[in-house]
């Protein structure tokens, strides 16, 4: 019995063995004999591929064409830079950095008391010339009453011709005293227009409504005629510039639409419009502008600024949405 169990296990495990061979077999048989189509290690980088070139398709198509597009554009408005006319030292400077300032006030003052003092002396002449004049005419009255006498006289032959023309010169003596005294008066008013038109330059307006950018110079800084004081822009009117690649230029005609995104405020997406297409390219303007008449000539492909106009602003936005000069934004044009 213990020979016949032990035969029996013995067939037993050796037909498991078979079976667990023969499955092995089979098992790599069929990985073999499976499609390449069936290969998920195949198929699924394969389906990637195809997706990813589907929705960067569509991306193009909804985002790039028909659009003119550059990173190079930035928030622009007039700036206009306040200086002297005349040397002088600063007594008071009233606004900083980020003040708001209104048309025709005065926020700066130069030293004047030595204008003052030539506006004293000048008036003190007026007053001296205008005194000579009536000297001068008091004289002349009198120059031609001797001299009215002296005709009378000389007539009925009563003084002799000397004497007669003697009285006569006097009287033209003093016609030419009071014509000087008159032109000396002319002479001080005409001073005393000097020195307050001088006054004036003393006491810097404001040109138009804005905010103070930049201050340049400190209180009681001797300035130079022409120095910058102080930088202001216009925040009321603000717009867009931006450098084109003359390669992109071709098809952009005024008027286009334009969609503008602001780095500061990337969820808002603001919208303008061409407005003016520069007629130079920004090269000519710089500090060492190209010479392409030389021998190691490079080609580079050039800029073109164009001017854009915000449509889409409302004083809402513009309080939510502040825009400062300066700020960089990137624009993408919808040319037609």
Known sequence: MELEEKKNMQVSGSSVKNSNNNFNQNEDEDINAVPIYRKKRVVIPFLILIVAAVLGTMYWYMNMRNFVSTD????????ISISSKVLGRI???TVDEGDTVTKSDIVIKLDDTDLQSQLELAKANLVFAEKRTLLAQVNINRAKDDFQRAQLQFNKAVITKEQFIHAQKTLE???????IAVAQVNVSKAQISVVEAQLQNMQIAIPFNGVVAKRWVMNDEIV?????ILSIYDLNNIWITS???ETKLGNVIIGDFVEISIDTYPDYKFEGKVI?????????FSLIPPNN????FTKVTQRVPIKIELTNLIPEDKKKYPLRPGMSAEIKIKIK
């Open 72 to 79: 190079d554009a930035f928030v622009d408005a007039d700036r």
């Open 91 to 93: 007594t008071s400077l």
């Open 173 to 179: 003596g003093t016609q030419a005293e009071y014509d």
């Open 224 to 228: 130079q005629p022409g120095q910058p």
């Open 243 to 245: 450098n084109l690649e």
């Open 276 to 284: 003016q297409i520069g007629d130079y390219t920004a090269s000519e």
């Open 293 to 296: 008449a030389s021998g190691n």
